[in-house]
Structures are given as structure tokens and as C-alpha cells.
């Protein structure tokens, strides 16, 4: 085990020394958190995240489909960040307030790169989420810190890095609602193309089967022939009763049995003829009725198509001309009148501590390679 006791002793002998150095170091810490650190001034934007809802026909409906999605432009708490950390809106920032200069990096072979990385500790994007567990958490809010030796300056960076957001955020959306408008419209143009396709082969197949109405024209073929067949059982009883009235011909059984030969000629010809009709064969019909239903029913479903799309075209094309920013701005930057950094005490503590520790660190080391080499030389002495 090791044994702590003479490291101990070693340092209580050295405690005026450590208490010495404990002063000296207090006492530099103190000038240079109270008097040599930068005083550095913060102002602070906060603003709500956009609300992911576009206000697209689909969307409004319920809808999950293709068209539903790309009808929503507002942008994510993702694009915020995405557009918070890319290298356009460092530059921007760079060069709006010249911090080549304020991070002394006029010289520097990488100065851009460099700045950026000293700009993480002076311009932040904070969020404040909402809720627990993984994938439940909500973006509640967003906040832009930006910290300077000058107050006003500091408000100027918050107020600027909050439009240069907001502006880039409005032009994804906008350019956003641009491609959807792009695709709605593509869309848009095949399905009428499609529908005056199927209005074109519908038209035809009205025209050459003489299908106009193929319902109704098949209730009218139905009464005729049930008018046709009804007249042609009435017939054959007056027939029959003719015949038991009389014997052999007569002028009566004659047309009697001549009409039946024209109901019956009518009757083959509704359920038998293979020409196309206004008033179709009994035969035609049943062949005629399905192909007649696939037409209509496709004409009828690419219609709603073509007028939903309608309905997501206009919709697109008001999104397209928005330039509502989606971001609400819900606490506005201001002057600080007081400091924000740094915490002087926290200062002294570390810079103080810090040094402790690492003289206390030196005088154990040195203690422990002293007996080191003490051993060492002692185990060469008994060999000899």
C-alpha cells in the first residue's frame, strides 16, 4: 500500500513556501480578472421555430401522398442549423464587421478558417427543446448569442445574423415552392394530356359503337323489347283462340300468324344482331356495357385527378409568391449594460487552483524521483 505520510510532512514543511506562492499567485490572478481580462457585452434574439405546415390542399385534407409532402415549404429546425453553420453566413458575418481585425488574423495564412473557429465562442445558436425521451423532443424555441468588447457592437452582430437567417430561410422556402410548383405543374400538364386522351378515345367509342348513353339506351332496348314481346304473347293467344274458331284459313289467322312472324323477326333481331345501334341488340349490349364502364370510369377518375392538381397548382403557385418569413422573431436583441463575460471569480479560482496544484504536482514529483534515485544508488552500494 502506498503510504501517504511523508508526502504529507514534505508538503506541511513547505507550507510558508506554498502559502507564499498561493499569495503571489492570488494576487496576479486577481490583477488580471479585475483588471487585464476583456469586458465582454452579449445581446441575445430569440426566436419560434417555423411550423412545418406549408397550408397545402393535401396536406389540410390529411393526405400522406407524394403531392402532400412537397406542398409544405416552411423549413425545419434542421435547416436552421444548416444555414446557422454554413460557411456563406460565416463570411457574411466576417466581413460585415471586419473580424479579421478583431481576432488579429490580418496575416494569417488561413484567416478564414481560423475566424471561424474563433467565432463559435462569440456567435452561438442556441435551442430550447421541449419534451424526454429520443424522438420525442419538440424545438421550442431558437436563440442568437453574439458576444463583443463593444455593447452596441454585439447588437448590431445579433440583429444582423437574425436577417441574414431570416433572409435565407425565406429564399429556401421560396425556391422550395418554386420546385413544387415546377413539379405540380409537369404533373399537371400529363394528366390533361391523359384526360384529353381518354376524352378523345371515349368520344370515338361513343361515336363508332353509337354508345352515347349505353345505361339508358340499354333500359330503352329493354322496354321495346319487352313492349315487342308483350304484343307477341297477345298475339298468340288471339291465335290460338282464332284457330279454335275457326277452321282452315282465314283472313284473321292469316295476319294474326303474319304478325307473329314480324314480332319474332324483331325479337332475333334485339337478341342476336351483331351491327351497332342507338338502340343496341340485347347481344351487343352485353359486350358493349363493359368496355363502356372502363372508359367512363377512367375519364371520370382522371378528371378528379386533373382537378385536384388544379386545385395544388394555384395553392403552389400562391406559396411560390409568399415572402413571409415563416421564423417569428419573439424577443428582439438590445443594448446589454453589463457585462456578460468574464466571470471574474470563476477566474481567479481556476487561474489560483490551477497553479496549486501543479506546484504541489512538481514538489510530489520531485520527491518521488529523489527516492528514486536514492534507492537506486543505495542497491548499487550493497552489490559493490
Known sequence: MFDLKPYILLLWKKRWFLLVNAVLVGTVAVVFAFHLARKEYSSQATFLPPSGSGGSLLSMTGSNSVLSMLSSVDESGDNIEAVFDSKKMKRKIIDRFNLYDSYKLQKSVNKFELAVKQMKR????????????????????????????????????????????????????????????????????????????????FKEFQVAHKAFDISEQMKLTLKVYGDIKSAAVVNDMKLQVLKLRFNGNSPEISEAANTKRVYEKQLAEFEKNNE????????????????????????????QINLLLTKELEQARLQEARDVSP????????????????????????????????????IVAWKLFSDFIKTGLTALKSEN
Do not use: W
Not at 329 to 352: G, S
Open 122 to 201: 462569440y456567435v452561438m445558436l442556441e435551442t430550447a427543446m421541449k419534451g424526454k425521451g429520443i424522438g420525442m423532443s419538440k424545438t421550442v424555441s431558437y436563440g442568437i448569442t453574439c458576444f463583443h468588447t463593444s455593447p452596441d457592437t454585439a447588437l448590431q452582430m445579433a440583429e444582423f445574423v437574425f436577417a441574414c437567417l431570416d433572409s435565407s430561410i425565406i429564399d429556401i422556402s421560396i425556391n422550395k415552392a418554386r420546385r413544387n410548383r415546377e413539379f405540380i405543374e409537369v404533373q399537371f400538364m400529363a394528366s390533361k394530356a391523359k384526360l384529353d386522351s381518354l376524352q378523345n378515345a
Open 276 to 303: 351497332y345501334a342507338v338502340l343496341p341488340s340485347l347481344n351487343i349490349s352485353s359486350e358493349l356495357m363493359p368496355k363502356y364502364i372502363d372508359l367512363y370510369r377512367a375519364l371520370e377518375v382522371q378528371e
Open 327 to 362: 421564423l417569428v422573431l419573439i424577443d428582439p436583441p438590445y443594448k446589454a449594460e453589463y457585462k456578460a463575460r468574464p466571470k471574474r471569480v470563476r477566474i481567479f479560482v481556476t487561474i489560483t487552483a490551477g497553479y496549486m496544484f501543479f506546484l504541489i504536482f512538481i
